[in-house]
């Protein structure tokens, strides 16, 4: 375990910090530069590998610039990589010490062969250049025209294809103060943010209790003080330059082009009510009686998304079947559908209630009942008028009957669902 580092949850506020410092190459780098979207999806990964000290929120961007009347080979060059980071003030932030194994690595990122060959070897002075409060320009004018540019330009339900990543500070209680300590970590709070009301969205602030809902520390396995971070990536995604700014139309956008997960009732068949059986008769009554149905891929997304990334998702849904459940109206947990083709449990108090008739095959002609699938008939004056259902079994009627007397008959069923058991 590292070193802890006691800090203040509140009083803190992000600021673009430059740092630089000087190195030497034979290659001609004047214009390379580590552009947002780089320096993006390098954040992402290092703040999901927790790479990031504590105070640093993401890269903003780097470049390399060359010193003039530069020789042939050796040439000395000025590398300047910005990071987003929380101080109390901008003396704080000016004094943010140069984390120099990270700087190396976005460096190395920056300018290396295909074969991972850093071009530029770097002296190693680091230093602070430049401070900028989050949200101005370098000139110190705030950005107030790109970002309503950027805001206005963008058409309804199209979104970026980005997440809202909260970074997650553990800490432990040392001699009565949190101390941060080892496990820092990126949780995906996309979907937990869009849900909000667009009030508290406003009103979040990091290092409270605002942020610290967004995260599930159960699911995370922490027991113990913690911090929470989010807001700067909640304005990235949006590309606004404060949570204030985030207009009604930009939430209800956001909301229609993102929370789309994969459900297997995505793809449905057209079945009639009379040739149901098995799990799509089972589904067909629960979906008769009004009961919530989701897919069991889906249901895991929803529990796993703000606790486990995305490839390890994927990974374990490979693991377990994409059956349909039931959401249970009392406990609201998903479980799987009833029997109802072919328990008595669950199938009896529907034939009790709806008062149905069934009648054995035996009490019938051999031209009404041809063959095994019509051994008994069902049918009930209590339900809408239908004509009679047939089935192998008791259970397969009377369901059949209660589902057209609900639905009509013919039903959409997904496609995924098994006729038979």
């Not at 700014?245 to 993102?258: N, W």
């Not at 079945?271 to 067909?284: F, P, T, Y």
């Not at 998702?313 to 079947?321: D, M, N, T, W």
Request: charge should be negative; include cysteine.
């Amino acid at each position: 375990m590292s070193q802890p580092t006691v800090v203040s949850r509140r009083g803190v506020v992000p600021f673009n910090v430059t740092f630089e410092a000087t190195g030497f190459t034979d290659a001609d780098l004047c214009n390379c530069e580590f552009a947002e979207e780089e320096a993006r999806g390098f954040s992402e990964v290092a703040m999901t590998e927790g790479q990031f000290p504590a105070g640093i929120l993401s890269v903003v961007r780097g470049w390399i610039s060359e010193d003039d009347a530069q020789k042939p080979t050796d040439r000395k060059v000025f590398v300047c990589v910005t990071l987003r980071v929380y101080a109390a003030s901008v003396e704080d932030a000016s004094r943010t010490a140069p984390p120099a194994a990270l700087l190396t690595r976005i460096v190395d990122a920056m300018a290396s062969t295909v074969t991972g060959e850093c071009l530029v070897s770097l002296e190693g002075n680091w230093k602070v250049t430049e401070v900028v409060p989050f949200g101005e320009l370098a000139d110190g004018q705030a950005g107030d025209g790109s970002v309503e540019t950027i805001r206005q330009g963008r058409p309804d339900g199209e979104l970026l294809e980005k997440r809202i990543l909260a970074v997650f500070l553990p800490q432990a209680w040392v001699n009565d103060y949190a101390t941060y300590i080892d496990g820092q970590q990126a949780v995906d709070v996309t979907k937990v943010v869009l849900e909000m009301d667009l009030q508290k969205i406003h009103a979040l602030r990091d290092y409270s209790d605002s942020t610290d809902a967004l995260i599930d520390t159960v699911a995370l396995g922490h027991n113990g003080p913690f911090t929470v971070r989010a807001k700067d990536s909640i304005c990235d995604f949006f590309e606004v330059k404060d949570l204030s700014d985030i207009a009604e139309s930009m939430l209800l956008a956001a909301r229609k082009a993102t929370l789309k997960l994969p459900g297997i009732q995505s793809e449905t068949v057209s079945v009639k009510v009379q040739e149901l059986s098995g799990s799509r008769l089972d589904w067909a009554v629960a979906k008769a009686l009004g009961c919530s149905l989701v897919s069991a891929h889906d249901h895991f997304r929803r529990i796993a998304a703000g606790a486990w990334s995305e490839e390890k998702i994927v990974e374990h849904l490979g693991k377990i079947s994409n059956e349909q459940w039931i959401i249970d109206p009392i406990t609201h947990n998903a479980v799987p559908i009833p029997t109802f083709s072919t328990s008595w449990q669950s199938a009896g108090p529907i034939i009790d209630r709806e008062n149905m008739w069934l009648s054995s095959a035996r009490y019938m002609a051999p031209s009404v009942t041809p063959d095994a699938d019509r051994a008994w008939m069902a049918k009930s004056l209590a339900l809408a008028p239908i004509a009679p259902m047939y089935g192998p079994t008791p259970h397969v009627p009377a369901m059949r009957c209660y589902v057209a007397s609900k639905c009509g008959e013919v039903v959409e069923t997904p496609a995924s669902l098994s006729g038979r058991k």
